[in-house]
């Protein structure tokens, strides 16, 4: 099979597609043929070495598809035939996260779906929703669990509450779908005035170009008759809390998420006191929390934003074109 | 103004339209203008006296939207020309009920609204949604807070949740709009067909016909594949616990509403206890659950369902016509 | 290893000890030597074939502790010399109850621990409080768990609370000690003005002999000023859910527990819908919620109240003893 | 009656007692003869004028406790003779904030208890525990309440967590007391050992030099195995949230409090994403909450820890004496 992979160094520019043998399923475990895989920033850093140390040889990648092909002893949960995703986190089956958990990653601390088969434990995986072809399925273990987990999980989402989701990438347009399938509203920021009309397209109630106003925190909360939103989805890290902070209503909720916002920020601790904001750090989710996603994606014909497709040998092209940040909603890669 | 009373007994027979002086705001208070109200079963439990002692003369009704004209001193919240329900309880203003917020009820141990004027502490009433008629925002005081309650604040409905309504009054109606507007699937269940249509058409995805089928609770359990549905909104009582106990999943919400069924019915413990059932009393809801339910009315343009209007004077049919049970959705008083 | 069994008949006469070959644990799994198990009702009933079809032959029991002796391939979580409990549901690691982990019980579905050695994959057991005895331990993965997860996962039980527990049973008594360590008050009942006593040594602040008084519901209510108890721990079923109604505050908690009460009850709706009450069916709990009670057990240095001890080859005395009624706390077998 | 106040400049040597009529109470209210204050920092940042614009004249102080010695037309909750603590929030009756009742607190947006009577809505009071003097009562409107929300209305506190509290002020040892009084285990830091000494006396399981020990946030993460803390009461704020954060486990919560870290902090975004972390901010609670909190303490027999006291002419050493962060506990006012 063919398997993309880093060896001895980091960048886009080092990955390696070679040939390997196909893994064989052990005692409770699933083949996985892979067919799409979609990009996260998260991918970015790994393959850029700014995520520390990695098993070596590399595969990088959490998000794909594919079918079972072959299942191993003890194994009820599927069959041959059945589609599914692999877990992002394969170990963390329900309830709240543990460290134990959250450091057994694809794509991360455990090798990634960059690839044309995987096995996993039959635990680690989950049935795609109905209504998805496989190359949307792909999109969803990182960032549309994401988007799930921290407005409905965590965030406790209902009709009438207002949702800010940041730019137009993957995980904030996720939050924007899931967000009007709730019965929300929601504002959506972005510095192009195009990309704001596609998330108008998509159900986006109001929006703004920060570029063009910069104090988008005060616009959020005018846009909200003074009250401010009731949930931020915060993508964008060390440059936007300050702003997220001022948008964000008294006892509001803001979602901290993503991989790159590794940089430390300043967080005004008067505004998180005197309006009682919660801000909770998201990191995906678990298995249960997949297929109450997928419940949601089938009930109400979600569809993810797929930007482009690339082919799994031009996955480097893809990358580039992530970083370039000219895409709204998801990059996948045609594995086979 | 007139003033629709009874005095020394009970019975529909007995309402007569009398008039009384408009009272005035105190301290705090707002005098309201009342515009239309709207019936709920209770009225009828409460007018035949199954509900034990009530004030004398008595002002039955809970239900009602109108005008503020004229603020006593201090008021802040209102100012003349808003338009307000006033609230079910109107000393319940947040958080979970109490005995004394439980205690004073309009239409119940309060006077009501079948009058032309009220005086309310400010406290003790909400603005109506900006999208609705007053005739339409009549209908929330009781029965739309009572499944916005059960649904979203004790249900924690989410999108993908399957519930589960019993046949086509007042709160079965607006708990479907509002599973609706949450992106949940809706099973609704009557006894005619051509009520089971119009519950399609406002939203139900599946509907069983419980006459033809007295087993609901199976076929319920058979249309979710088995796995039985997240939220009853039960309304029947006694002669319909059994067959949702049967319709719910493992860990799933049983709300248990309705001021008829008071007579005690058959609990089989095993059910309760083997699926981990959760079953909730659920009695109208606060003033700031009536705030967010208008927030998610006006967010995704819910409209009530009015099935007729009476003039103030024919309060009487009105009643008989609900008693008859021939509507679908609720009966509305135009007042003035 | 010695083994205790059933093959073609249900009945505590019918219990065989038999010698069988010690299993070898496979991938994942975990061999645990089994030194005490203790008794609940639940036992009785499956013994006595109450509980429909059960594997056979049959091992009966589902409450165990034991050391690790030897682990399979790929196991991490344990070591030989571990201290352990099997899990009463030994798939349910985590999060909300699925149809899935509750159909796998010990000493129900699967066979128990009525044997001297048991394989189980290494998710399924949990280390022991470090405070506690093997015997002391071998009473928490049923009995101690139920009412963990009856006050602390479902109860959300705070400081002030008052929580009434039924009788001395083994449930009952750990829901005390549990309750007064969560700062909580304690309201016992008994038909015995002894059990009573016992239970004020252990903590109790207030006391009911339900013979005496057998309105108990209202003398609870009394106890609290009026206000009803914030919790009911429901051991009794059909013959006391009418007397929880009673004893039971505006929106407050009925844990529904017990594996005997299987026949039906007469529920008052009205109280339920009136008194805006929650009851909820619990059975048991999952792994990560059992080691959550180990981390109280150990910060209040808690212990099991064990009333004796049963050699094993006379569980069926054991057994006796318990249907009998006269214990308080537990009935410990000891296996090797 | 006399009155402590500021009226043209800020300071504590600005601070007057002057002398004005009784108040008298209107409708709804009553008449309070306060008898005890105690003093927090935010009196320090209030009286400076580091809280921007204040009532003129302005009467300091939020805590205190009293007995009612009058009451207006139409108060039903309190009689004369009642001992009773007005709300630190008049306004905010029950469940979550809104910005509404956070803008009207007592010794900030109103005038406060530095005064020999003082006139409230009847809702903006509650009795005091009956366990405690009306000295130990008055510390209870801010610094307890802000404790009690912190680890039981937002913390969800359980028997076994691990609580780390910061120094030996009025809300950490009140977070002390109530975390132990949970069941839980308590982690206390200070600067001085004979501190840390009274805190071991008062429950706490293991203390922190943070003189000694400047990376506490690592050894209290030690002390728990490698796990990490449950809740942090972070009172410090810009200097001490670095380690807070370097000591709460993976999906733990940090309580922030406190008027004087107005200043921003570096936040590691990392670290609150990656150990998916809750940052939540406090300010003090609701009547209701204040009425489950005094339950907990007469459940308990919990008393407040009292630095000393001062008489009210004295009050500006008193405040003098708190600046200079000699005491543990409260700083307690008699005013009659």
Redesign the interface.
């Known amino acids: 099979m063919r398997v993309l992979q880093l060896t001895d160094d980091y960048g886009i520019d080092k990955l390696q597609l070679v040939e390997q043998d196909r893994p064989k399923p052990?005692?409770?475990e699933i083949l996985i043929a892979l067919k799409h895989a979609s990009l996260n920033y998260r991918d970015l850093a790994t393959i850029s070495g700014f995520m520390g140390k990695l098993p070596a040889p590399f595969i990088p990648l959490s998000d794909a598809a594919g079918e079972v092909v072959e299942v191993g002893e003890g194994v009820t949960r599927f069959k041959a035939g059945d589609k599914v995703c692999p877990g992002f986190f394969p170990t963390w089956?329900?309830?709240?996260?543990?460290?134990a958990v959250?450091s057994r990653a694809l794509g991360g601390s455990l090798n990634g779906v960059a690839c044309e088969y995987i096995c996993l434990p039959q635990t680690g995986a989950s049935l795609v929703p109905k209504n998805l072809s496989l190359a949307e399925a792909s999109t969803l273990p990182c960032a549309g669990l994401t988007a799930w987990r921290a407005l409905?999980v965590e965030g406790?989402?209902?009709?009438?509450?207002t949702v800010l989701v940041q730019g137009t990438g993957g995980v904030s347009i996720f939050a924007l779908q899931?967000a009007k399938?709730?019965?929300?509203?929601v504002i959506a920021t972005s510095s192009s005035d195009e990309k704001l009309e596609q998330a108008r397209k998509l159900g986006a109630?109001e929006t703004i170009n920060y570029k063009s106003t910069p104090k988008w925190g005060k616009e959020a909360r005018r846009l909200t008759g003074g009250?401010g939103v009731d949930h931020v989805v915060e993508v964008g890290?060390?440059g936007t809390?300050e702003e997220s902070l001022q948008a964000t209503?008294?006892?509001g909720h803001i979602a901290?998420?993503?991989?790159l916002?590794?940089?430390?920020?300043?967080?005004?601790?008067?505004?998180?006191?005197?309006?009682?904001?919660?801000?909770?750090?998201?990191?995906v989710g678990?298995i249960?929390q997949f297929e109450?996603?997928?419940?949601?994606?089938?009930?109400?014909d979600l569809h993810p934003v797929i930007d482009c497709h690339f082919p799994f040998e031009k996955t480097g092209d893809a990358l580039a074109h992530m970083q370039a940040g000219k895409h709204l909603g998801k990059v996948v890669i045609d594995i086979a």
């Not at 089956?93 to 543990?98: F, R, W």
């Not at 901290?256 to 991989?259: F, R």
């Not at 967080?267 to 919660?278: E, H, Y």
């Not at 109450?292 to 109400?300: D, F």
């Open positions: 052990g005692h409770g089956l329900s309830g709240p996260p543990t460290q959250l409905v406790d989402i209902k009709a009438g509450d899931f399938a709730a019965g929300a509203r109630d009250l890290g060390a809390l209503r008294v006892n901290m998420i993503g991989i916002s590794g940089l430390s920020s300043n967080l005004s601790m008067a505004a998180v006191f005197s309006n009682n904001l919660r801000i909770k750090g998201i990191s678990s249960a109450e996603m997928s419940r949601a994606i089938e009930a109400n």
